[in-house]
């Protein structure tokens, strides 16, 4: 369970109100035992509700006797002839109805402000989510302007030469891009135009040399045809080929299983 989400949910207000169940006030029990963020939550919510409570008492007008008196009254629990209640029990009951009638004008205003402090924390976790998503979107953008400006130094160094793998027969539509470095044997791989693969498959590139096949690297499909990915480096290729292999790649090429080829 997500703590922040818990202390969010307003299942805490709800408690210093006396609105749980026993078995969501077990829950809170045990959460605050195990969470020093809930303990502190609970506690907050708490204070804020005997802070409030300070805050807003007040004495009651003079004039409150006189209406509590006619109520009484015309409820028939007293005679209108008399000046006060007569009995101590009325006084006790006058009080205690005083008393039950603050206590629920009161609960009911914190009560309200309690929600709404509830509601001012799923706000804020709120906010904390789309933050982090912004950050994330950010960062994820960032990584591609630098994977852009990669792919610029590599596409406009004269050093490398781009080599075009076209689609062999039955793979007409297929394409990919090579791009080599003859100094220094770097080599790196666009894959314009090549199927997604199943997960227990990869796509291997070879680089020819002296008739036999060399290991450049395996790649995943998943990784979508605007990468550019740099391989194992080349020294002295005649061609390169692309493979379908499984996954982890193989030591020889399995040729009826070729995709893409193409000469420096």
Same mark, same amino acid.
């Given at each position: ?5 818990? $202390?969010?949910?307003?299942i ?6 006396g ?5 969501? &006030? ?8 195990? #969470?020093?963020e809930v303990?502190?939550a609970?506690?907050?919510? %708490? ?5 409030y409570?300070?805050?807003?008492? @007040?004495?009651?007008p003079?004039?409150?006797k006189g209406k ?7 409820d028939?629990? $007293? #005679?209108?002839d008399?000046k006060?209640?007569p009995?101590r029990?009325? @006084? ?5 109805t005083?008393?039950?009638a603050?206590?629920?004008l009161?609960l ?7 929600i709404r402090?509830g509601?001012?924390r799923?706000? $804020?976790?709120?906010l %904390?989510?789309e933050?982090?998503?912004l950050?994330?979107?950010? %960062?994820?953008?960032?990584a591609?302007?630098q994977?852009?400006r990669?792919?610029?130094k590599?596409?406009?160094d004269?050093?490398?030469t781009s ?7 039955? #793979?007409d539509n297929s394409?990919?891009?090579v791009?080599w470095?003859?100094a220094?044997q770097a ?5 314009? &135009?090549l199927?997604?693969l199943?997960?227990d @498959?990869?796509?291997?590139l ?6 036999q096949p060399?290991?450049? /690297? ?5 990784? /979508? &045809?605007q990468?550019?990915?740099q391989?194992?480096?080349i ?6 080929a692309i493979?379908i ?6 030591d ?10 193409g000469?420096?």
């Open positions: 369970m997500n703590i922040q989400d818990y $202390i969010s949910s307003g805490i207000e709800s408690h210093v109100l609105l749980t169940s026993p078995a969501e &006030d077990a829950e809170l029990t045990r959460m605050s035992e195990q #969470h020093p303990r502190e609970l506690r907050e919510a %708490e204070e804020a509700l005997v802070s409570g300070l805050l807003h008492s @007040k004495t009651p003079a004039s409150a509590i008196f006619k109520t009484l009254v015309d028939g629990q $007293i #005679h209108p008399e006060a209640p009995l029990s009325s @006084k006790t009951a006058l009080l205690r005083i008393a039950v603050a206590s629920v009161f009911a205003t914190v009560g309200f402000h309690l402090m509601d001012f799923r706000q $804020i976790r709120q %904390e989510q933050k982090a998503a950050i994330a979107q950010n %960062e994820t953008f960032m591609q302007i994977g852009a990669h792919e610029m590599v596409v406009g004269p050093a490398f080599v075009v793998l076209s689609g062999v027969a039955g #793979h394409r990919a891009v791009y470095n003859t220094s080599v790196y791989l666009k894959p314009t &135009d199927p997604a199943p997960q @498959k990869q796509y291997q070879w680089g020819i040399v002296d008739g060399v290991n450049a /690297g395996t790649y995943d499909s998943a990784v /979508g &045809d990468a550019l990915l391989m194992l480096s020294e002295n290729a005649d061609m390169f493979t292999e499984p996954t982890g790649g193989s020889q090429p399995t040729l009826d299983q070729m995709v893409v080829a000469k420096p």
